[in-house]
């Protein structure tokens, strides 16, 4: 995993193929295996598959029973997120 600060002056979403609002809104992870782009859920799940301690809440995100609520719960916490208190750098 790599982490790219989005907050950082001199991040270029542009660079990254990235829309400049959705990448605030959302989280997002470049799969470098297959080169796509995971938004959401999916990139928690991308980021998941690479933390072995982790694996399984991965593939538990990706059951079909539970994918609709894994989104849900997602939309809810990418809409929450911004309204947190800021940790201080």
């Excluded at 470098?32 to 998941?48: F, H, P, Q, R, Y």
């Amino acid at each position: 995993l790599a982490y790219v600060d989005i907050a950082d002056p001199a991040f270029d979403p542009a660079a990254h193929g990235v829309d400049a609002a959705l990448v605030h809104r959302h989280m997002h992870v470049l799969d470098d295996e297959t080169g796509k782009m995971l938004i959401g859920v999916d990139a928690l799940a991308g980021m998941w598959e690479c933390v072995p301690g982790f694996r399984w809440l991965a593939r538990l995100t990706r059951w079909p029973v539970l994918r609709p609520l894994s989104k849900l719960g997602y939309a809810l916490f990418a809409w929450v997120r911004p309204k947190l208190p800021k940790r201080k750098r």
